[in-house]
């Protein structure tokens, strides 16, 4: 069964693969998928013997481009669709052992440059109005292939939490005739409290009203609506915090901080998001404290309400002086 | 600190409370605050040396009736309340080994009527917009003491999830006429591969777009905006299909099944929400295997688009051949 429903109760589609349920699962690294093919009759996902970044389609996809027919039939207020899309895996490196930190800035800056053309190629599909490049980082986030890698999603519609934010943002453009995050960009630079990083055309900073104690958002100063609106010194730019970002995260509590990188940019759908969207990279750490765990529970989950223990202005200057 | 702020990009409130980064943390069963205090010198949080359901407030409380001031101003797009609201604790029982499900149908029976009072005594307070009753369950969903209970918070304004759902059902209801929850009832109640247990006045079903792969939502077939809506009969069969939906949990893979379970009852600010609000539980475990968990990761929780490995029909199946 391999197909998206749509939950009448909130409007959200959910996408249904049940292959998946026997995915890969933390296999020994000696049998890493993500791993280059070092021995020809042992072939992993990646079929040359070394690289630099590579990437593939999912083998475990959740949307592909042509789905299989939904096993089930829309009635009455249930709704259903193929799982068109499209999922893609972006391996870091052929060095199992590494993390994007420890790549450094010009590795950084090809992954960069990898996300802008698959944002690019993917947007193109008629199939896809969302591309979403994302990663998640260890195993108390679900991780099932330690090997350094992200992901890139193509889904058929724009997801609820950018659509959320892109409502908000058209709003605000039409009450206020100005980009938000555009605004919110200035706040942070005057203020500077929430301030993690900075430079010629980027910010890090932990929001102002956090769902997580170490959240931090990684956002331009100017009004990029995606990665195709970087220059190639912006490009450089957002290469440079990141790793300045990472290199905080893994120094903070002295291990590799497991985290979900979720990337905001504009639907490629048509040209309407322009004016509206803002780029930006949002960082979801779990912890909130070296031996604890911020969970999602019954007010997150159930209700849609953060609680956070730790003050922004707090979790900063921690990541400040981390790094 | 102890304040709420909004989140300029989604709007949505966000509540910091940061004395709570050292609230009790899975203590040693002897020295469980719930518990009854069984000598005199060493109090627990019920001042009772038995007792059958208590209630009171929490004593790490993320939101209180009357608040200290925030520590920040509003500046900008950047908005800041007093964390005005309520916390309360449900203690489920006097005995700290006991479950919900264990102590059977009258016990739960009289935790309904708890909800019930709580709701109605909450929700007459001016600033209390919203009675949320929740239950967490098992340390993997982040709960720090094992003793049976569950929480109600007073939310100061409706919190994301519900809203989102009252919106839809509001549009349902202008362009349809009808309830989106009677029909959901109705649709699940003739299809019947989803349904995990049935009564007189209740039916639990895993939802047709669940987005966790045991999820099960409990609902009245008749239009109930709340529990002051039910009838005595229906408040018993309430306790009844509940038991029912534990028993088939802790059955399912043989030990107690962590979840959350999150109630969406009528907002208390007003009338308005009578016609639009239909009373619901939604439970949602995080297991997908006996050893695997559901994680919320990138798509989820950067994208809100919740992915499930697991078909409705065939959770529902096993549901019902558990208990």
Known sequence: MT????????????????????????????????????????????????????VFDNRFPSMVAHPPPPDVAAFGVHDVLPATGATEVVV?????????????????RLVVDVWAER????????????????ENRGEVVGVTLHH???????YPEIPPVPARELEVARRHLAE??????CEVVAQERADGLRLVARNDAFIAFVPFAARFPYEVHVVAHRHAPSLLDLSDPDRDALA???EQV????????????????????????????????????????????PDRLKYLAGSELGGGAFLNDVAPERAAAALRAAR
Chains 1, 2 share one sequence.
């Open 148 to 154: 350094p890698h992200g992901q890139i999603y193509g």
């Open 176 to 181: 206020q005739g100005t980009c938000l995050l």
């Open 240 to 242: 440079a915090i990141l």
């Open 246 to 289: 990472l290199v905080g995260y893994d120094a903070l509590f002295g291990f590799p901080l497991p985290f979900i990188m979720a990337m905001h940019q504009a639907p490629s759908d048509d040209g309407e998001w322009q004016a509206v969207s803002h780029l930006h990279l949002e960082f979801t750490p779990l912890h909130r404290a």
């Open 119 to 134: 944002y690019a190629a993917l947007g193109q599909r008629e199939d896809i109005a969302y591309v979403f490049v994302f």
């Open 92 to 108: 870091y490196s052929d060095d199992h052992q590494a993390t994007l930190a420890s790549l450094g800035q010009d590795r950084i």
């Open 3 to 54: 197909e998206r429903r749509r939950d009448p109760l909130s409007g959200e589609w959910r996408t249904f693969a049940t292959h998946r349920q026997d995915r890969t699962f933390l296999p020994p690294s000696d049998q890493c998928p993500l791993c280059p093919t070092r021995d020809p009759s042992v072939p992993t996902e990646v079929p040359w013997s070394s690289f630099d970044v590579a």
